[in-house]
């Protein structure tokens, strides 16, 4: 879960029992607000487990399985953004999009590309 929403819950659930007080029974604005406090918490769950899938792998924690189209960082390539990859199991390798690297052992983080209507891991 994420710290915010955590955070957020919380103040929601001390706020909540004075929802039921006669000034807030008149004034139904903190019900409504603590309600839609704690759906903004639920979509914030979501999107962040949905970002946890584009956090850069490093390759000493693992490699991605053989025809995984992945972005690929090097350090060593002085550029602004990922390139992208695949690694070769069998050759021990990865074959790179970047012409002056497209065979290289020198990248040191990868993450999967996720294409739209790939559904996220765990649903």
Known sequence: MN?????????VNMADPQANSPIAIANK???????WTRKAC????????E????????????LPD????CHLYMPSVNANSPFKGWYLTD????????KSHSRTN???HWW???LPGDELKGE
């Open 3 to 11: 710290k915010f929403a955590d955070s957020l819950r919380k103040v």
């Open 29 to 35: 604005n903190l019900k409504v607000l603590a309600d």
């Open 42 to 49: 639920v979509e914030i769950d979501k999107l962040q487990a």
């Open 51 to 62: 970002l946890e899938q584009y956090q850069p792998i490093s390759v000493s924690e693992g």
């Open 66 to 69: 053989r025809n995984t189209y």
């Open 91 to 98: 050759k021990k390798h990865w074959l790179t999009t970047l």
């Open 106 to 108: 020198k990248v040191t």
């Open 112 to 114: 999967p590309v996720i």
